[in-house]
């Protein structure tokens, strides 16, 4: 039972990391600028968190941080994420979304 709580978790853990992208990108575009900087802006900040979640926070990461500075960049990239999502789509979403990604950290944390 505990592998498939931890499997379901790991799921949601990974879907909690595309989900953060996703948001990224969708507020990059959201913003009051000329179509072109938008998609820039998009796919720079996009990229960024990309390398540095694969640098630092991945689970065959090249540079393994020790606790708690692992869990603290990811649970600060997660948050970002939701406060970027309250302003793009509202409270609601941005609240689920923090439960999730928050939550599936937290356990993650816990059962390591």
Do not use: D, H
């Not at 990309?50 to 991945?58: D, E, I, P, R, S």
Request: glycine share 8%; aromatic share 16%; proline share 3%.
């Amino acid at each position: 039972m505990q592998t498939i709580l931890l499997s379901l978790n790991g799921l949601v853990a990974f879907l909690s990391e595309l989900a953060m992208l996703g948001v990224f990108a969708w507020w990059s575009l959201s913003l009051k600028l000329a179509l072109p900087l938008r998609i820039l802006i998009a796919v720079a900040f996009v990229g960024v968190v990309v390398v540095l979640w694969g640098m630092f926070f991945a689970p065959k990461a090249s540079i393994i941080l020790a606790q708690p500075w692992n869990a603290l960049g990811e649970y600060t990239l997660f948050t970002l994420a939701g406060v970027l999502l309250f302003f793009v789509a509202g409270w609601q979403l941005a609240a689920f979304y923090l439960v999730c990604a928050l939550g599936s950290e937290t356990i993650s944390l816990i059962w390591k």
